[in-house]
């Protein structure tokens, strides 16, 4: 089955930059989107078709892709950055299993 | 702006079906360019898509949960509903509902609902 592989944790300075990665096999031809969960609270889309933002999201947040690898960069990383962050895949050629989530990074703000 | 809600019990005996409904505010579940889908997350857990709904009832699903799952639509009340049967403690998680937008991304989630599988 198709696997998302994160880090389980990133740790970054306030002010500093963090940068999740997230890889699969062939993931370079499907988009991949990042959400943002903090505790006890529904995931939020932060990032969507490999690097856009949607209205409302700081400019801080930014998403890439090379190769089968996506990454999203948080920039000045602030305190409130604090939380799991999961990417997902839609795959209309994965057949019969088109969605896949990420295993999840915990980002701590130190 | 669109609202999602789940609803359902929270608790649900091991062996019955496990049953949720999602009520959609600020949208249709009629339109043609979304699908309305149900992502779960065992307690401590990552995120399991569960499968998803279009707006003329197509509908798929995650292959490891196919033969227990349905998903259904009721464009008459907009709300789209979730069933599990043959639960095990293994099912008990948070159960989300979203609007899945094309390529896949989810931009609107409900809040949650826990449900815990338990005699």
């Known amino acids: 089955s198709f696997v998302l592989t994160q880090p389980p944790s990133v740790s970054v300075a306030p002010g500093q930059t963090a940068r999740l990665t997230c890889g699969g096999n062939?993931?370079?031809?499907?988009?991949v989107h990042w959400y943002q969960q903090k505790a006890g609270q529904a995931p939020v889309l932060v990032v969507y078709d490999d690097r856009d933002r949607p209205s409302g999201i700081p400019e801080r947040f930014s998403g890439s892709k090379s190769g089968n690898t996506a990454t999203l960069t948080i920039s000045r990383a602030e305190a409130g950055d604090e939380a799991d962050y999961y990417c997902?895949?839609?795959?209309?050629?994965?057949?019969?299993?088109?969605?896949?989530f990420g295993t999840g990074t915990k980002v701590t703000v130190l | 702006q669109v609202q999602l809600q789940e609803s359902g019990p929270g608790l649900v005996k091991p062996s019955e079906t496990l049953s949720l409904t999602c009520t959609v505010s600020g949208g249709s579940v009629n339109s043609g360019n979304y699908y309305w889908s149900w992502i779960r997350q065992p307690p401590g857990k990552g995120l399991e898509w569960i499968g998803y709904?279009?707006?003329?009832?197509?509908?798929t699903y995650n292959p490891s949960l196919k033969s227990r799952v349905i998903i259904s639509l009721d464009t008459s009340k907009n709300k789209f509903s979730l069933k599990v049967s043959s639960v095990t403690a293994a099912d008990t998680a948070v159960y989300y509902c979203?609007?899945?937008?094309?390529?896949?991304?989810?931009?609107?989630w409900g809040q949650g609902t826990l449900v815990t599988v338990s005699s």
């Open positions: 709904i279009s707006y003329s009832g197509s509908t």
């Open positions: 979203a609007r899945e937008y094309s390529s896949g991304r989810h931009d609107y």
């Open positions: 997902q895949v839609w795959s209309i050629s994965s057949s019969g299993h088109p969605e896949v």
């Open positions: 062939n993931i370079g031809s499907d988009s």
